[in-house]
């Protein structure tokens, strides 16, 4: 697994994991954690922002789990 974090971080993190690793498992504690479906599929986006273009880079998405995380919400 691996901390991306987000923002500005994202700069360097991304492009050196990137380049090293196909896929990777992004833990989701970030401030505020990630804890929705809807969440983690923006935080994708702002990841896939600082993968090149040439690059085949797949980050697999995990949910932050609360009490309120349901079985439906993350099928």
Known sequence: HIHLR???ALINTVPDAATRFHRVA????????V????QALA???RILQHAAPAQT???????YLTAD??????K
Request: glycine residues 0%.
């Open 6 to 8: 987000d923002a500005a």
């Open 26 to 33: 992004v833990m989701p504690n970030l401030t505020p954690p």
């Open 69 to 74: 995380t349901t079985p439906d919400s993350v």
């Open 57 to 63: 880079f797949n980050p697999l998405m995990f949910l």
């Open 35 to 38: 804890v929705t479906v809807e």
């Open 43 to 45: 935080y994708r986006e």
